[in-house]
């Protein structure tokens, strides 16, 4: 399958400081990406859609101004969570999906703790 | 509304099979989707059907059908590290445009 790569894995970080997250589809294409967030024993709940070139589409409930999405190729995006609070740990997980197969695969994680 | 039901948890035996099922009821359908996610990993990818029938891949198989708003997972000659959450998936159109829409998971466990 199609390989996707998400950088960091873990990141611990203090209260009111921003993170960022890449995910890069390096086998593939990815005009759409998609940014996902899971909370323990809980399913994935999609986050925001991210489209090459364009501005990215947020799902209810979550805030643009706080998750910073940009798709500046076909082949990378980032997440970037400003101010983070401890609200904010998470598993983030970034997917892209083949235009060909139309199947999202998923990178390995980001752990999110905020202190 | 979107609504992607299956079970919670389900346990069997190493060497056994196992059916875990998935019904879904979301605004239009491009396919469905099963992934595997092993505790504090991200998903990967097991099967997609888009049309009505059953899709073999190894030890793996899932069928659909589509007029029941109904899929199942089937794993044969289980083995220890299948013991993972199981996830269905459907695209549905959400929104105004397609999505992937995951159910609960279900979390499996294989004893010996």
């Known amino acids: 399958g199609a390989v996707v790569s998400q950088h960091p894995s873990w990141v611990i970080c203090k209260s009111g400081t921003s993170v960022k997250i890449e995910c890069r589809s390096l086998?593939?294409?990815?005009?759409?990406m998609f940014w996902y967030r899971q909370f323990p024993k809980q399913s994935l709940m999609l986050m925001a859609t991210?489209?090459?070139?364009?501005?990215?589409?947020?799902e209810q409930g979550v805030e643009k101004d706080k998750f910073l999405i940009n798709h500046a190729s076909l082949t990378l995006s980032t997440l970037t969570v400003t101010s983070a609070h401890p609200e904010d740990s998470s598993f983030y997980i970034c997917?892209?999906?083949?235009?060909?197969?139309?199947?999202?695969?998923f990178g390995a994680g980001t752990r999110l703790s905020v202190l | 509304g979107q609504n992607i039901d299956q079970p919670t948890e389900m346990t069997a035996t190493e060497g056994a099979i196992v059916q875990i099922n998935c019904t879904y009821q979301?605004?239009?359908?491009?396919?469905l989707f099963w992934y595997q996610q092993h505790a504090g990993e991200a998903p990967t990818f097991l099967s997609y059907?888009?049309?009505?029938g059953l899709e073999e891949k190894g030890r793996f198989s899932s069928f659909l059908s589509r007029s029941k708003g109904y899929s199942y997972l089937l794993l044969k000659e289980l083995q220890m590290k299948d013991s993972a959450s199981y996830l269905c998936?459907?695209?549905?159109?959400?929104?105004?445009?397609?999505?992937?829409?995951f159910g609960a998971g279900t979390r499996l466990a294989v004893h010996p």
């Open positions: 991210s489209n090459e070139g364009s501005k990215a589409t947020y």
């Open positions: 979301t605004s239009g359908f491009n396919g």
């Open positions: 059907n888009v049309l009505d």
């Open positions: 998936a459907v695209r549905g159109f959400s929104g105004g445009y397609n999505k992937l829409i």
């Open positions: 997917s892209a999906r083949t235009q060909a197969k139309n199947i999202q695969y």
């Open positions: 086998d593939f294409q990815a005009t759409t």
